[in-house]
Protein backbone atom coordinates (compact mmCIF):
# COMPACT_ATOMS: atom_id res chain seq x y z
CA UNK A 1 0.00 0.00 0.00
CA UNK A 2 1.51 3.39 -0.93
CA UNK A 3 -0.25 6.70 0.01
CA UNK A 4 1.60 9.94 -1.72
CA UNK A 5 0.93 13.17 0.04
CA UNK A 6 2.80 16.03 1.28
CA UNK A 7 1.82 15.80 4.43
CA UNK A 8 2.89 12.89 6.58
CA UNK A 9 0.27 12.56 8.94
CA UNK A 10 -2.47 13.08 6.54
CA UNK A 11 -0.95 9.66 4.92
CA UNK A 12 -1.03 8.23 7.97
CA UNK A 13 -4.57 8.83 8.62
CA UNK A 14 -5.72 8.07 5.02
CA UNK A 15 -3.55 4.55 5.48
CA UNK A 16 -5.24 4.03 8.93
CA UNK A 17 -8.70 5.09 7.09
CA UNK A 18 -8.07 2.55 4.54
CA UNK A 19 -7.16 -0.36 6.42
CA UNK A 20 -9.95 0.13 8.54
CA UNK A 21 -12.84 0.40 5.54
CA UNK A 22 -10.60 -2.89 4.16
CA UNK A 23 -11.68 -4.36 7.51
CA UNK A 24 -14.91 -3.70 8.04
CA UNK A 25 -15.42 -5.14 4.65
CA UNK A 26 -13.61 -7.92 4.79
CA UNK A 27 -11.56 -7.18 1.77
CA UNK A 28 -8.14 -7.84 3.02
CA UNK A 29 -7.33 -11.16 1.04
CA UNK A 30 -9.15 -9.91 -2.01
CA UNK A 31 -6.89 -6.85 -2.99
CA UNK A 32 -3.03 -7.23 -4.24
CA UNK A 33 -2.18 -3.71 -3.78
CA UNK A 34 -3.69 -0.28 -3.60
CA UNK A 35 -2.04 3.24 -4.33
CA UNK A 36 -3.64 6.75 -3.66
CA UNK A 37 -2.51 10.18 -3.66
CA UNK A 38 -4.04 12.78 -1.61
CA UNK A 39 -2.91 16.61 -1.94
CA UNK A 40 -5.98 19.06 -0.49
CA UNK A 41 -4.14 22.02 -1.56
CA UNK A 42 -5.51 21.31 -5.59
CA UNK A 43 -7.63 19.23 -4.12
CA UNK A 44 -7.66 15.84 -5.56
CA UNK A 45 -7.62 11.93 -4.43
CA UNK A 46 -6.58 9.28 -6.64
CA UNK A 47 -7.22 5.49 -5.65
CA UNK A 48 -5.95 2.47 -7.59
CA UNK A 49 -6.98 -0.95 -6.50
CA UNK A 50 -5.30 -4.42 -7.97
CA UNK A 51 -8.14 -7.05 -7.32
CA UNK A 52 -6.53 -10.56 -6.65
CA UNK A 53 -8.19 -13.16 -9.27
CA UNK A 54 -11.23 -14.25 -8.52
CA UNK A 55 -13.03 -18.26 -9.50
CA UNK A 56 -14.97 -17.81 -12.96
CA UNK A 57 -18.26 -17.43 -13.14
CA UNK A 58 -20.71 -19.96 -12.58
CA UNK A 59 -23.30 -21.36 -15.04
CA UNK A 60 -27.50 -22.27 -13.81
CA UNK A 61 -25.96 -25.87 -15.86
CA UNK A 62 -22.83 -26.23 -13.85
CA UNK A 63 -25.08 -27.08 -10.50
CA UNK A 64 -28.22 -28.19 -11.95
CA UNK A 65 -29.33 -31.18 -14.55
CA UNK A 66 -31.61 -30.08 -16.80
CA UNK A 67 -34.53 -32.23 -18.68
CA UNK A 68 -37.30 -31.03 -21.27
CA UNK A 69 -40.55 -33.33 -20.95
CA UNK A 70 -41.75 -32.51 -24.53
CA UNK A 71 -45.06 -34.27 -23.71
CA UNK A 72 -45.99 -31.60 -21.18
CA UNK A 73 -44.11 -29.00 -22.35
CA UNK A 74 -42.24 -28.41 -19.37
CA UNK A 75 -38.69 -28.41 -18.28
CA UNK A 76 -37.59 -29.93 -15.19
CA UNK A 77 -33.98 -28.35 -13.34
CA UNK A 78 -32.86 -30.82 -10.34
CA UNK A 79 -30.18 -28.19 -8.45
CA UNK A 80 -27.20 -30.37 -7.65
CA UNK A 81 -25.74 -27.17 -5.28
CA UNK A 82 -28.20 -26.06 -2.60
CA UNK A 83 -25.96 -22.97 -1.98
CA UNK A 84 -26.56 -21.39 -5.59
CA UNK A 85 -30.42 -22.31 -5.01
CA UNK A 86 -31.11 -18.34 -3.86
CA UNK A 87 -29.09 -17.33 -6.92
CA UNK A 88 -30.59 -19.33 -9.26
CA UNK A 89 -34.22 -18.00 -7.87
CA UNK A 90 -33.07 -14.78 -7.96
CA UNK A 91 -32.39 -15.29 -11.91
CA UNK A 92 -35.61 -16.96 -12.17
CA UNK A 93 -37.45 -14.62 -10.65
CA UNK A 94 -36.46 -11.60 -12.74
CA UNK A 95 -37.05 -13.33 -15.82
CA UNK A 96 -40.29 -15.38 -15.07
CA UNK A 97 -42.72 -13.95 -12.40
CA UNK A 98 -43.02 -16.34 -9.51
CA UNK A 99 -45.87 -18.08 -10.43
CA UNK A 100 -44.61 -19.25 -13.41
CA UNK A 101 -41.95 -20.99 -11.49
CA UNK A 102 -43.55 -24.26 -9.61
CA UNK A 103 -41.06 -25.85 -6.76
CA UNK A 104 -42.76 -29.39 -6.01
CA UNK A 105 -39.57 -29.37 -3.47
CA UNK A 106 -36.62 -27.90 -2.48
CA UNK A 107 -34.11 -28.96 -5.19
CA UNK A 108 -36.60 -29.63 -8.44
CA UNK A 109 -37.99 -26.67 -10.38
CA UNK A 110 -40.13 -26.56 -13.55
CA UNK A 111 -41.13 -24.05 -16.19
CA UNK A 112 -43.30 -23.98 -18.72
CA UNK A 113 -42.23 -24.52 -22.03
CA UNK A 114 -38.70 -25.34 -23.47
CA UNK A 115 -36.43 -23.47 -21.27
CA UNK A 116 -33.06 -25.39 -22.17
CA UNK A 117 -31.50 -21.93 -22.76
CA UNK A 118 -31.05 -21.31 -19.00
CA UNK A 119 -28.20 -23.41 -18.77
CA UNK A 120 -26.21 -21.00 -20.42
CA UNK A 121 -26.98 -18.29 -17.89
CA UNK A 122 -24.46 -16.55 -15.05
CA UNK A 123 -25.78 -17.49 -11.73
CA UNK A 124 -22.89 -16.72 -9.93
CA UNK A 125 -19.98 -14.23 -10.80
CA UNK A 126 -17.19 -13.51 -7.82
CA UNK A 127 -15.32 -11.20 -10.14
CA UNK A 128 -18.51 -9.19 -10.74
CA UNK A 129 -19.38 -9.25 -6.79
CA UNK A 130 -15.52 -8.68 -5.44
CA UNK A 131 -15.30 -5.46 -8.26
CA UNK A 132 -18.87 -4.25 -6.43
CA UNK A 133 -17.97 -4.85 -2.88
CA UNK A 134 -14.44 -2.77 -3.71
CA UNK A 135 -16.78 -0.02 -5.44
CA UNK A 136 -18.26 0.35 -1.93
CA UNK A 137 -14.52 0.59 0.08
CA UNK A 138 -13.93 3.25 -2.47
CA UNK A 139 -16.84 5.38 -2.37
CA UNK A 140 -16.60 5.02 1.49
CA UNK A 141 -13.04 5.78 1.52
CA UNK A 142 -13.58 9.26 -1.09
CA UNK A 143 -13.09 12.34 1.00
CA UNK A 144 -16.66 13.60 1.80
CA UNK A 145 -17.19 16.64 -0.58
CA UNK A 146 -15.56 15.81 -3.36
CA UNK A 147 -18.37 15.31 -6.21
CA UNK A 148 -16.55 14.94 -9.05
CA UNK A 149 -15.44 11.55 -9.81
CA UNK A 150 -13.81 9.77 -13.06
CA UNK A 151 -14.13 5.97 -12.99
CA UNK A 152 -10.79 4.41 -15.02
CA UNK A 153 -10.93 1.52 -14.16
CA UNK A 154 -9.84 -1.24 -16.26
CA UNK A 155 -10.21 -4.87 -15.72
CA UNK A 156 -8.74 -6.16 -12.61
CA UNK A 157 -8.00 -2.35 -11.15
CA UNK A 158 -10.25 -0.38 -9.76
CA UNK A 159 -9.43 3.55 -10.27
CA UNK A 160 -10.85 6.79 -9.18
CA UNK A 161 -9.80 10.43 -9.42
CA UNK A 162 -12.35 12.41 -7.07
CA UNK A 163 -12.17 16.29 -6.98
CA UNK A 164 -14.88 19.23 -6.15
CA UNK A 165 -13.84 21.20 -8.82
CA UNK A 166 -12.69 19.94 -12.63
CA UNK A 167 -10.25 17.01 -13.12
CA UNK A 168 -7.09 18.13 -14.58
CA UNK A 169 -5.52 15.98 -17.58
CA UNK A 170 -2.25 15.58 -15.11
CA UNK A 171 -4.55 13.78 -12.33
CA UNK A 172 -5.85 11.15 -14.92
CA UNK A 173 -2.52 10.80 -16.42
CA UNK A 174 -1.75 9.84 -12.31
CA UNK A 175 -4.05 7.71 -12.51
CA UNK A 176 -3.08 5.94 -15.28
CA UNK A 177 0.02 5.46 -13.89
CA UNK A 178 -0.79 3.82 -10.64
CA UNK A 179 -2.96 1.30 -13.14
CA UNK A 180 0.81 0.74 -14.79
CA UNK A 181 2.73 0.26 -12.06
CA UNK A 182 0.19 -2.25 -10.58
CA UNK A 183 -0.48 -4.03 -13.59
CA UNK A 184 3.81 -4.55 -13.75
CA UNK A 185 3.37 -5.03 -9.67
CA UNK A 186 5.59 -2.17 -8.61
Not at 93 to 119: A, C, D, H, V
Amino acid sequence: MLIECYDKSGAEVYEIIIKQIFQDLVLGASVDDLKAFVNPDEPVFILAIKMRKTSNAVNFGDVAIFTYDKENDITKIFVENENYLPNILKVLWMKFSREEIYQPTRYNLEIKGNQMNLEHIVIDDPHSNLQRRIYDAVFRILPEGFKIIKDVSTENIIAVVSTDELIKDEWLEKANEYIDELNRGI
